[in-house]
DNA sequence: TTAATAAAAGACAAAAATATCTTTTATTAT
DNA sequence: ATAATAAAAGATATTTTTGTCTTTTATTAA
């Protein structure tokens, strides 16, 4: 016994929004992860990837090879064994965020064209060159100017949110 | 016989970087075209598929997708037939380009967290929130800014490319 | 009114991104 | 030394995005 009456039965959707964010999901966990990290650093503590996915609400597997190629690539510090965990020493806790996405989703997003066009010029522009460049010289700041550690005290206060 | 020598053959890539742009290459292409029959429509004149795609250096059928669905949105006109083709009217040439995007990628880049979080607030924001914000009005007044007709008389002299 | 043209629609295919599961390796406390 | 723990690595699966091919529908010129 159906619940569907084949009878009223119709295709909804032919052609489906593209979900676009500015960032991939992969960067976007990245990101969460690494400011939840950050926090428990200074904190003193290590943290396993079971807690990180829950506290930043990410697929745990998914997680883990992130953070696995930022652990390769020495981004984020990690021990493995009873008491491991994933942590940040003082240098990595000074990176900006920009070494987190440029590892995760490239340079794309810092010096790429807005129209998709194979490179940006500014001897030979897109129509939307002028205005795309400050928006990709604003997000470029923003990833410069914020190191992985900053909000760790606004985080601990209760003022920032990596869950909801 | 084989070329690939196995006493040397070695796993290169086990986590890829994802490309990632702004915006969706389906929202790309549909910028891109937009402001090419834009220009033909001052000109006076429709524009086929063909000579769209190829233009802006897009696969044709692809793109065919994304033009039937801007024209199911009446964002962009077109006549079937011989001298038949995509082209704009007066009060679509004025459109902002903001409409081309949220009909193709949605909305989540005008309103989304940067973070990812299912919803960007005010009282409860990620540690991005501030700075994510004028990144994202950035990039709102940039897409409500442009119209679709804007950079006609541009495109015409040659001071802006859509294919490189 | 017919043939040619060009967009619209439908079905399908490939590639990339996202996600999960299993096995291995390193570390530590007992 | 051994068992327990936790990350690393490997293999595989699912979903979404991107891309192609075929058939249908509308329009127009002859
Ligand atoms: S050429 Fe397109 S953004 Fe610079
Ligand atoms: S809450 Fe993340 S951008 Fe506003």
Same mark, same amino acid.
């Given at each position: 016994m159906s619940f569907i009456n084949p009878a009223i039965t119709f295709v909804l959707i032919t052609f489906t929004n593209n979900y676009m964010?500015?960032?991939?999901?992969?960067?976007?966990?990245?990101?969460?992860?690494?400011?939840? %990290?950050?926090? &428990?650093?200074?904190?003193? !503590?290590? %943290?396993?990837? &079971?807690?990180?996915?829950? !506290?930043?609400?990410?697929p745990e597997a998914f997680l883990a090879k992130i953070l696995q190629k930022l652990s390769r690539e020495r981004l984020i510090q990690s021990v493995k064994g009873p008491n491991g965990g994933f942590y940040f020493d003082a240098v990595s806790l000074n990176r900006p965020l920009a070494d987190i996405v440029s590892a995760v989703d490239g340079n794309e997003i810092f010096t790429g064209c807005g129209l998709g066009l194979t490179y940006c010029s500014e001897s030979n522009p897109c129509p939307l060159h002028d205005e795309f460049k400050k928006v990709r010289?604003?997000?470029?700041?923003?990833?410069?100017?914020?190191?992985?550690?900053?909000?760790?005290?606004?985080l601990i206060k209760g003022k920032f949110t990596l869950n909801k």
């Open positions: 964010a500015i960032f991939s999901k992969t960067c976007e966990y990245a990101m969460r992860a690494v400011f939840y %990290v950050a926090q &428990k650093s200074h904190e003193g !503590q290590k %943290v396993g990837i &079971k807690e990180i996915a829950e !506290q930043i609400n990410s010289n604003q997000i470029t700041h923003m990833l410069n100017h914020t190191t992985i550690g900053k909000f760790n005290l606004g």
